[in-house]
């Protein structure tokens, strides 16, 4: 199973999180630039201009289980208009962006990072996301060792998942 981007977001939801505005935001991926590297595409293409970086979220879902927030930055244009010069590893020309300044303060070794919520009340889901969210934090630590464990972790619950995830789709 793997997180697929949302046709529409769940904004109820988002709202019991603080995230109160999304913006769509168009993808001009600029030269040189690569797929997953959008802090280092930013500050690179800012090397050039005067403006400015902003960091925020975008989303992925598993399902209708659960929602993956992933950081993300963008450049922010002297109108306070966003562009993403990030290349989509999706195909998409466009992002939902929550603009969220905080995500600054979670940044380790130049990593950005994700957080997962369960979407649905359910034992295996929430021992999902608990494990999703460790690998995050060792995935920021470059902890590859832990990562590895949290994988196969994951593993032992993959079918309990895929069943719970088949029972919530619509």
């Known amino acids: 199973?793997?997180?697929?981007?949302?046709?529409?977001?769940?904004?109820?939801?988002?709202?019991?999180?603080d995230i109160f505005s999304?913006?769509?935001?168009?993808?001009?991926?600029?030269?040189?630039?690569?797929?997953?590297?959008?802090?280092?595409?930013?500050?690179?293409?800012l090397k050039s201009t005067s403006w400015e970086i902003q960091l925020g979220w975008v989303f992925a879902q598993l399902g209708n289980i659960a929602l993956k927030l992933n950081a993300h930055a963008v450049v922010k244009l002297p109108n306070g208009s966003f562009r993403c010069v990030t290349p989509?590893?999706?195909g998409a020309s466009e992002i939902n962006f929550a603009p969220d300044d905080s995500v600054a303060s979670l940044i380790v070794n130049d990593r950005l990072p994700a957080k997962i919520y369960p979407l649905v009340s359910n034992k295996?889901?929430?021992?999902?996301?608990?494990?999703?969210?460790?690998?995050?934090?060792?995935?920021?630590?470059?902890?590859?060792?832990?990562?590895?464990?949290?994988?196969?972790?994951?593993?032992?619950?993959?079918?309990?998942?895929?069943?719970?995830?088949?029972?919530?789709q619509k």
């Open 22 to 45: 999304v913006e769509q935001v168009k993808i001009d991926a600029v030269d040189g630039s690569k797929k997953l590297e959008c802090f280092n595409n930013v500050k690179m293409f």
């Open 1 to 17: 199973m793997q997180y697929h981007i949302p046709k529409e977001l769940p904004y109820n939801f988002l709202k019991s999180i």
């Open 88 to 90: 989509s590893e999706h």
């Open 124 to 168: 295996v889901v929430d021992q999902f996301v608990k494990l999703e969210n460790f690998e995050n934090k060792m995935r920021l630590e470059n902890n590859k060792y832990a990562v590895a464990y949290i994988l196969d972790q994951k593993y032992q619950i993959s079918n309990q998942l895929i069943e719970v995830f088949n029972n919530h």
